[in-house]
């Protein structure tokens, strides 16, 4: 099981990883971070955690720091829910306390997917039990085949100019059925002067003159695991619900080429085409530039 999810990892994330990192260049004031990597077992479940966490300050850090930590418990708290409830509540020590803090989510983290998981196995382990079809053979194979879960947490730093930040929240969670998945909240770009998360990059009233840049991002994914296609031809490939294609989930992210896309699995397009990414230029995209996201990238 986890040598799959390794290869999911390097396969589905490679795109968004090589993406996010060719926006480093160096900077005389570089935010300091401490990083924080936990991986534990239980009876069916593998759970690992890697944090960079702002290191607690004043000003801007100390804004980037309480969103990371919101982050984290967004994510941690919902192993094995999609639904609004959470599986443990927040922390509530001081936020300061990096150790404590850390303490606390892998612990709780753990707990959780200890019990998700258990039920789980129970839940097969009853069926095959009850399944009167079944020799003693193939129930005893069945039994020892039953998947174990695995959560892979990773908020870490990938690129940092004078101007901005970026941090990558992305997890790798697979819970026994055909095949894992990359959830998490993407890139996220803090501008260095406040703290603040640039949420909008994009004006939504852009997004029908945008289909044109969308469309030749789009070719140029595929055409990098050499599919060739034309921007006509894309609808075809893709899983809309029409033929206007949406901004993705994720915020884009700023790279000295450009503003990077990417979509998630089963977003736009079928588990096997990965997770579509690209970079449009800044002098094609300017126009349809929030003025946050233009006085980010000094535009």
Request: aromatic share 10%; charged share 25%.
């Amino acid at each position: 099981m986890y040598e799959m999810m390794k290869t999911l990892k390097r396969i589905i994330g490679l795109g968004l990883a090589v993406a996010t990192g060719l926006a480093c260049s160096p900077s005389g004031k570089d935010l300091k971070t401490e990083t924080f990597e936990f991986a534990d077992s239980t009876a069916h479940a593998h759970l690992t955690i890697k944090a960079e966490l702002p290191v607690a300050a004043k000003g801007a850090p100390a804004a980037i720091r309480t969103k990371f930590i919101e982050v984290m418990d967004r994510q941690l708290s919902h192993i094995g829910t999609y639904e609004e409830d959470r599986m443990f509540p927040a922390f509530e020590g001081n936020a300061d306390d990096s150790k404590a803090l850390m303490d606390y989510y892998r612990g709780k983290a753990l707990e959780t997917i200890a019990t998700v998981s258990q039920a789980d196995f129970d839940e097969r382990k009853q069926y095959i039990d009850e399944n009167e079809e079944l020799t003693e053979g193939q129930r005893k194979e069945l039994l020892e085949e039953i998947p174990g879960w695995e959560y892979d947490f990773s908020l870490t730093k990938t690129s940092e100019t004078d101007r901005y930040v970026v941090f990558l929240s992305e997890d790798i969670v697979f819970s026994g059925g055909a095949h894992g998945g990359i959830i998490g909240c993407g890139p996220l770009t803090f501008d260095k002067k406040d703290g603040h998360l640039v949420e909008k990059f994009l004006e939504d009233s852009a997004l029908q003159d945008m289909q044109p840049l969308l469309r030749k991002g789009l070719v140029q994914y595929y055409s990098s695991f050499g599919v060739e296609i034309q921007p006509e031809q894309l609808d075809d490939n893709l899983m809309l619900s029409g033929d206007v294609i949406p901004f993705p989930a994720w915020a884009p992210v700023p790279t000295p080429e450009g503003l990077t896309f990417t979509y998630q699995q089963y977003e736009i397009a079928s588990y096997a085409d990965g997770m579509p990414s690209f970079t449009l230029p800044y002098d094609e995209v300017l126009p349809f530039l929030t003025e946050d996201a233009k006085k980010l990238i000094g535009k």
